[in-house]
């Protein structure tokens, strides 16, 4: 097959590093995977489904393994980025074996009891607590034993403020009076009704990180594959949640803030980012290459091409669909940046 261009990213095109042989070598603006543009991959016209170097002119099994390839790239990309994550190393919650050994270490919210203290004062799961202060005593550090025996301490009139930082980066101060009578167990202990664990840095030797970017690959992969299937679901029945997606411009956002908070997150990002692309574009959507694939499968089972007139109608009105969920995406994004 006749390749027409080997991308590094996603376009838009930066630059054009060389050309050899026919085939243009990119670099383009989107960091995530890269792409190759096969010649005749949409048949579009006679001369392409005749010509011998065409993607449409080539065996039909050979065609789907092309494009099944694309997609298994883009998973391969996301393992390495992840198996890069745990080796530069990635804030996770640590084991009281591990926390000596960590780096920047900090108390973080595990999970919040609802309606209690805690949750009317707004702290969220994923918030880190800086320090907390009762107008007599300052605790700082990442002990939860610390920091329970400190709360403990108060009850009824004793206003605790949490200094916080949420998930998105942004610092606060909350307010929280601690309660008694929350814990079962232990009813007349006072508590703010939400449960700490310490984070930090802990990186893994090569070996580790590669049998542990193998799981967490896989379960990324089911879990982003069960996501893409609720938000199309919901695409066709207007009811999909557009909060739960970015696009260009929250993407941007994400990967910037990402890489403020370190090589092993920007890596973790990156590696979320194509795993979904891959799955993406093995959604059986003209103009993508599950709907290219469709086309291969359909074609096996009638025995003949299928029209370029039809696949080419087809393609655009998949591409037209496409569009538009990306522009109304977009305009989401922008709205939830300025509002």
């Given at each position: ?35 190759v543009k096969i010649y005749g991959e949409d ?297």
């Amino acid at each position: 097959m006749r390749v027409d261009e080997f991308g590094l990213g996603y376009p838009p095109r930066a630059l054009v590093i060389a050309k050899k042989g026919g085939t243009l070598y990119t670099l383009n603006w989107l960091p995530f995977g890269g792409f190759v543009k096969i010649y005749g991959e949409d048949g579009l016209s006679l001369n392409q489904v005749r010509d011998s170097r065409a993607f449409s002119a080539r065996p039909r099994i050979l065609q789907a393994l092309v494009l099944v390839a694309g997609v298994a790239m883009n998973l391969l990309f996301a393992y390495v980025l992840i198996t890069g994550a745990l080796v530069a190393g990635t804030p996770r919650a640590l084991s009281p074996d591990e926390v000596a050994g960590a780096r920047n270490r900090e108390l973080a919210v595990a999970s919040v009891l609802p309606s209690s203290p805690a949750a009317r004062a707004g702290l969220l799961p994923g918030d880190s607590i800086l320090a907390a202060e009762d107008g007599h005593f300052v605790f700082s550090g990442a002990d939860p034993a610390a920091f329970t025996e400190f709360v403990a301490k108060g009850e009824g009139n004793t206003t605790i403020a949490l200094t916080v930082r949420h998930v998105s980066g942004k610092e606060e101060t909350l307010f929280a009076r601690p309660e008694a009578g929350i814990v079962p167990s232990d009813p007349s202990r006072a508590v703010l009704g939400v449960e700490v664990a310490t984070i930090g840095i802990m990186p893994l030797s090569l070996g580790s990180a590669m049998i542990e970017g193998a799981h967490l690959t896989w379960g990324a992969t089911k879990m982003t594959a069960i996501g893409l299937y609720h938000f199309f679901s919901g695409v066709f029945t207007l009811s999909a949640d557009l909060s739960q997606v970015a696009g260009p411009v929250g993407i941007a956002g994400v990967v910037g803030g990402a890489s403020a908070q370190g090589l092993g997150h920007l890596f973790s990002i990156m590696a979320i980012i194509s795993i979904n692309l891959a799955l993406i574009n093995l959604i059986p959507v003209p103009a993508l290459d599950g709907g290219r694939l469709l086309f291969v499968i359909i074609e096996s089972v009638i025995r003949r091409p299928i029209k370029p007139v039809i696949a080419q109608s087809v393609n655009a009105v998949g591409f037209l669909f496409l569009v538009f969920l990306m522009l109304v995406v977009t305009a989401h994004d922008i709205f939830r940046i300025v509002g």
